[in-house]
């Protein structure tokens, strides 16, 4: 059975870099029919897709955060990571890594929907 | 960018009653909708996909509805266990979004 698991600091100071690592264990990550993406929820607040990862080192990004992300994968290692840089308070949120389903309709590929979820973390940005 | 609506916001019922969520996409989606049922301090879990398909292990008195732009989360006779947050999410092309949420309380 697919799990996934966040890993990384819960404590991040203002304008630095916060940087997660979301390792999967139970099956492979270079899948054909999957994505990899990164989903963060504020305290008390709903979910916000952050962004995608193909196996290949295809990315995908919210556009609201596209300048201050980057999302890349070791499958050497089953892993993939995200880096979100000048963070400030806003981002302090539980981080969410999970398994995403990917349809092929030509000419793209196309994101559905995300199962498994790791259990999530969080990160608080204070200094 | 595709933008997810769900109403209402929160919704108080009790045990047995019948609840219906509504999710409405800012432009026609198909069937590529997903719903997840949140308690509080888990992650989400997939209840629903492809707008009515239930997941492996989810209670039959779940069950979705809707295509286009207009769709439903139903729940048939409502269980303790059920007193979650619910989210939709369109799985029908970059970005992926999520309604806002619906909070289902105990009356």
């Known amino acids: 059975q697919l799990q996934l698991q966040e890993s990384g600091p819960g404590l991040v100071k203002p304008s630095e870099t916060l940087s997660l690592t979301c390792t999967v264990s139970?099956?492979?990550?270079?899948?054909?029919?999957?994505?990899w993406g990164w989903i963060r929820q504020p305290p008390g607040k709903g979910l916000e897709w952050i962004g995608n990862?193909?196996?290949?080192?295809?990315?995908y990004y919210n556009p609201s955060l596209k300048s201050r992300v980057t999302i890349s994968v070791d499958t050497s290692k089953n892993q993939f990571s995200l880096k979100l840089s000048s963070v400030t308070a806003a981002d302090t949120a539980v981080y969410y890594c999970?398994?995403?389903?990917?349809?092929?309709?030509?000419?793209?590929?196309?994101?559905?929907?995300?199962?498994?979820w790791g259990q999530g973390t969080l990160v608080t940005v204070s200094s | 960018d595709i933008q997810m609506t769900q109403s209402p916001s929160s919704v108080s019922a009790s045990v047995g009653d019948r609840v219906t969520i509504t999710c409405r996409a800012s432009?026609?989606?198909?069937?590529?909708l997903a719903w997840y049922q949140q308690t509080p301090g888990k992650a989400p879990k997939l209840l629903i996909y492809?707008?009515?398909s239930l997941q492996s292990g989810v209670p039959s008195r779940f069950s979705g509805g809707g295509s286009g732009t207009d769709f439903t989360l139903t729940i048939s006779s409502l269980q303790p266990e059920d007193f979650a947050t619910y989210y939709c999410?369109?799985?029908?092309?970059?970005?992926?979004?999520f309604g806002g949420g619906t909070k289902v309380e105990i009356k």
């Open positions: 999970a398994r995403q389903g990917r349809t092929i309709i030509l000419p793209k590929a196309a994101p559905r929907w995300f199962d498994p």
């Open positions: 139970g099956g492979s990550i270079s899948s054909s029919n999957h994505y």
């Open positions: 990862i193909y196996y290949s080192g295809s990315t």
């Open positions: 432009q026609g989606i198909s069937s590529w």
């Open positions: 492809a707008a009515s």
């Open positions: 999410q369109q799985a029908n092309s970059f970005p992926p979004a």
